[in-house]
């Protein structure tokens, strides 16, 4: 995997914590050209709000995941119960009264759509949160205390990328009979910080070393309060993009750890749907509602992230927005 892109544009200046402008040679990376920090942050918002109201691809990814978000938080609503439950006829066709079909089982295939994507948005969420609070904190860290505690935290974040993720996760669901969608998450975070760390230590070792950053420790401020009012403001952008990839990203492991019948045992998704198409052939007997439903959603959740992340990069990035 690889973060979203920084745009670095020449002859910016940043807003020292005593309040007077400090030139730079470059525009620290979160920041649009011509704005400093403090009292033009209201302009910097209102610039990034009428760039992203006019982006094709923010407003299209935006509208497609509101749509998908709205079908999974009105699942109780639409489909109430069990929906895993057998409540109508077997391999029934999309109809009327069956909007996708039902399974070899009598299963609703909707019922289980609408409620799969829950357990989808969940995922990612947890699973993406989870990696994006590891990774960061690793970096910052990392980045900016340097010497000792660096080589401590690459290394800790070496072991970590080295590890086989597919074969840890078959070793310890060997030790597992009962799996639930939270754990997939939380396994789904542990393993995924390592190149959020390596990203945010190198944009962190990078602005260290700029004149507002040595301005605020000489002031007296605390090393906590340096990273994250000073360092980490100034890559806002790209922890927010980043956050979007590893949110994406999650939802695709734990669709793809599904599938090969290493999910939750418990519950539904859109990845055990399609588990289920294929262990039930759904395919060979021509039931094409089982499995194209939970297909399309994590398709269209998924590419609807990355188009939001190429829209917000061409937002953040001056130089992109206007090519």
């Given at each position: 995997?690889?973060?979203?892109?920084?745009?670095?544009?020449?002859?910016?200046?940043?807003?020292?914590?005593?309040?007077?402008?400090?030139?730079?040679?470059?525009?620290?990376?979160?920041?649009?050209?011509?704005?400093?920090s403090?009292?033009?942050?209201?302009s910097?918002?209102?610039?990034i709000?009428?760039?992203?109201?006019?982006?094709?691809?923010?407003?299209?990814?935006?509208?497609?995941?509101?749509?998908?978000?709205?079908?999974?938080?009105?699942?109780?609503?639409?489909?109430?119960?069990?929906?895993?439950a057998?409540?109508?006829?077997?391999?029934?066709?999309?109809?009327?009264?069956?909007?996708?079909?039902?399974?070899?089982?009598?299963?609703?295939?909707?019922?289980?759509?609408?409620?799969?994507?829950?357990?989808?948005?969940?995922?990612?969420?947890?699973?993406?949160?989870?990696?994006?609070?590891?990774?960061?904190?690793?970096?910052?860290?990392?980045?900016?205390?340097?010497?000792?505690?660096?080589?401590?935290?690459?290394?800790?974040?070496?072991?970590?990328?080295?590890?086989?993720?597919?074969?840890?996760?078959?070793?310890?669901?060997?030790?597992?009979?009962?799996?639930?969608?939270?754990?997939?998450?939380?396994?789904?975070?542990l393993?995924?910080?390592?190149?959020?760390?390596?990203?945010?230590?190198?944009?962190?070792?990078?602005?260290?070393?700029?004149?507002?950053?040595?301005?605020?420790?000489?002031?007296?401020?605390?090393?906590?309060?340096?990273?994250?009012?000073?360092?980490?403001?100034?890559?806002?952008?790209?922890?927010?993009?980043?956050?979007?990839?590893?949110?994406?990203?999650?939802?695709?492991?734990?669709?793809?750890?599904?599938?090969?019948?290493?999910?939750?045992?418990?519950?539904?998704?859109?990845?055990?749907?399609?588990?289920?198409?294929?262990?039930?052939?759904?395919?060979?007997?021509?039931?094409?509602?089982?499995?194209?439903?939970?297909g399309?959603?994590?398709?269209?959740?998924?590419?609807?992230?990355?188009?939001?992340?190429v829209?917000?990069?061409e937002?953040?990035?001056?130089?992109?927005?206007?090519?």
């Amino acid at each position: 995997d690889q973060g979203p892109r920084m745009g670095v544009v020449a002859g910016d200046t940043a807003r020292a914590p005593t309040g007077g402008a400090v030139s730079l040679d470059a525009t620290p990376p979160g920041r649009l050209p011509g704005l400093a920090s403090g009292s033009e942050g209201v302009s910097r918002r209102r610039e990034i709000a009428y760039f992203a109201l006019r982006s094709r691809k923010v407003l299209l990814s935006s509208v497609i995941l509101a749509v998908m978000l709205a079908l999974a938080l009105a699942a109780p609503f639409l489909r109430p119960g069990d929906p895993n439950a057998f409540v109508g006829p077997l391999g029934v066709p999309p109809d009327a009264e069956w909007w996708f079909g039902t399974t070899t089982f009598g299963q609703d295939v909707f019922a289980q759509f609408v409620h799969g994507l829950g357990s989808t948005f969940i995922v990612g969420l947890v699973g993406g949160g989870l990696a994006a609070l590891i990774g960061m904190t690793v970096g910052f860290v990392a980045g900016y205390r340097g010497g000792r505690v660096d080589e401590i935290l690459n290394m800790l974040t070496n072991v970590v990328l080295v590890i086989p993720t597919l074969a840890l996760l078959i070793v310890v669901t060997a030790y597992l009979q009962a799996r639930g969608l939270i754990l997939e998450a939380v396994f789904i975070g542990l393993t995924s910080w390592p190149w959020v760390a390596r990203a945010i230590r190198a944009q962190t070792f990078s602005l260290r070393t700029r004149e507002f950053v040595d301005l605020a420790r000489i002031s007296g401020i605390s090393s906590l309060r340096v990273v994250f009012r000073e360092i980490a403001p100034n890559m806002s952008s790209y922890l927010f993009m980043t956050c979007i990839i590893l949110f994406g990203g999650a939802i695709l492991i734990a669709a793809s750890l599904d599938f090969i019948g290493l999910g939750p045992t418990e519950g539904t998704s859109l990845g055990l749907m399609m588990y289920n198409a294929v262990a039930w052939s759904a395919l060979q007997l021509g039931m094409w509602w089982w499995f194209v439903p939970p297909g399309v959603g994590i398709t269209a959740i998924v590419a609807a992230l990355y188009i939001m992340n190429v829209g917000l990069d061409e937002i953040f990035n001056p130089r992109l927005r206007e090519s």
